[in-house]
């Protein structure tokens, strides 16, 4: 599996909903490779997601796991267990999580372990704040966040990282995609030089990509997919989103 374009629907989804949306999707997709598309549902959805997915090839994961993977530790949900319900990676360190749930660089390196632990594949999310971006410190503030992130890790066989600038989630604001795919070369290079057992397999963008916009960031080398929130909420246009990232990549 190619992981490359994820559809993170953040807190939104009822079985109603997760049938429709794949009853729409299938009208508009255009291909039959579905290989690279993942779909982040809420976790308790997630054995839903597996059986309406049981015979296409669409990747499943979560969008979030525990720092540990068992124990006392009412609430939560571990890689292990993501892992056995057949889900095959995790979001971690989005920044919604960083900022509502107070989750700590500390803590997204444990999960990302975690995550390696039980082959589910680590989705680290990046990006830095409107604050940070006016003040351009876009570069320093990533670089951190991927060191701190990846601190401790050894051997990571498979990483995604997510680019998502914090000010163009859910705004309808995105940087330039030639800005985008410096931030990601940029990204690729951090990796390379400074975890090299790290095995980086993609980067991806987040923020505000829909099927007007998504041309342009495709078209760029360095971007190698995309995380989508709110477009991805709408079968139909995830698919026309899927159907342009194969006309451009494949
Ligand atoms: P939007 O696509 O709604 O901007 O959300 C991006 C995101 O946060 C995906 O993880």
Not at 202 to 209: F, M
Not at 218 to 239: K, M, R, T, Y
Request: glycine residues 6%.
């Amino acid at each position: 599996m190619s992981l490359r374009l994820i559809a993170n629907w953040k807190l939104n989804g009822s079985k109603e909903f997760n049938q429709k949306w794949f009853r729409d999707f299938f009208k508009s997709y255009k291909v039959d490779d579905l290989s690279f598309l993942g779909i982040a549902p809420p976790s308790i959805y997630i054995n839903h997601l597996i059986q309406l997915t049981s015979d296409h090839n669409i990747a499943i994961g979560s969008q979030n796991i525990d720092i540990f993977s068992s124990g006392a530790r009412t609430g939560e949900i571990s890689s292990s267990m993501v892992s056995d319900m057949s889900a095959e990676f995790t979001l971690i360190g989005h920044s919604e999580r960083r900022e509502f749930f107070n989750e700590s660089d500390d803590e997204i390196a444990s999960k990302i372990n975690e995550a390696n632990k039980s082959s589910l594949i680590p989705v680290l999310c990046i990006g830095e704040s409107d604050q940070e971006n006016l003040n351009n410190q876009t570069h320093s503030v990533l670089q951190a966040q991927i060191n701190k992130g990846l601190k401790g890790c050894e051997t990571i066989n498979s990483l995604i990282i997510a680019y998502e600038p914090i000010w163009a989630i859910g705004s309808g604001k995105t940087p330039k995609s030639n800005e985008i795919n410096s931030i990601h070369q940029m990204i690729k290079d951090v990796v390379q030089s400074s975890f090299p057992k790290v095995s980086l397999k993609a980067v991806l963008y987040g923020g505000s990509v829909n099927s007007e916009n998504a041309a342009s960031f495709f078209s760029e080398d360095a971007v190698d997919g995309a995380l989508i929130g709110g477009a991805s909420l709408n079968g139909e246009e995830f698919a026309l989103i899927a159907n342009i990232y194969k006309d451009l990549k494949s």
